[in-house]
């Protein structure tokens, strides 16, 4: 197993709310750019949808407005199946589509038994069966998973990490 951790960020994703979209993914990996151990980068790599230039032609519609629909699918599915751990993100910053490709991305992590941390307030995803079988730990905000420094609790299980 590699030293570095990788992360998959999975969330909502589209074009009329993509500054939201895009601003707890950069939060998230902004802190942990920042985030030393020995002096040196935190060794974690973000695989997030949205890394590459197509996201600034994201519509309503979301990534099926740049990229050919299988290609979302195969291209998604590639990266839950390369991460060490999912941070599945529910906001859909007030917008009424549904988080149908996040749904399925919380599905593979189950099935490729993959952590899931869910950030959410929605008591729909905190108490269907569905979703409560799936999800590792739960928390409110990206400050509070920054806060409560759960990615790093991760890190060192995995990897003996001294400290």
């Given at each position: 197993m590699s030293d570095e951790m990788k992360v998959y960020l999975a969330g909502f994703i589209q074009g009329a709310c993509i500054d939201k979209c895009t601003a707890w993914r950069k939060q998230i990996r902004e802190?942990?750019?920042?985030w030393k151990v020995t002096g040196k980068p935190y060794p974690i790599c973000f695989l997030d949808p949205l890394n590459g230039e197509k996201f600034n032609?994201?519509?309503s519609d979301g990534l099926k407005g740049c990229f050919p629909p299988k290609a979302i699918v195969h291209k998604d599915y590639t990266c839950v199946d390369k991460a060490d751990l999912i941070v599945c993100n529910t906001d859909t910053f007030g917008e009424n589509r549904p988080l149908l490709g996040t749904i399925y991305e919380l599905a593979w992590a189950w099935m490729l038994r993959k952590p899931v941390v869910m950030i959410t307030d929605n008591v729909v995803f905190e108490n269907h069966p569905f979703v409560t079988d799936t999800v590792s730990w739960y928390v409110k905000s990206v400050e509070?998973?920054?806060q409560k420094k759960i990615l790093n609790e991760f890190y060192k299980a995995w990897h003996s990490a001294q400290y």
């Open positions: 802190f942990y750019s920042n032609e994201i519509s509070e998973l920054l």
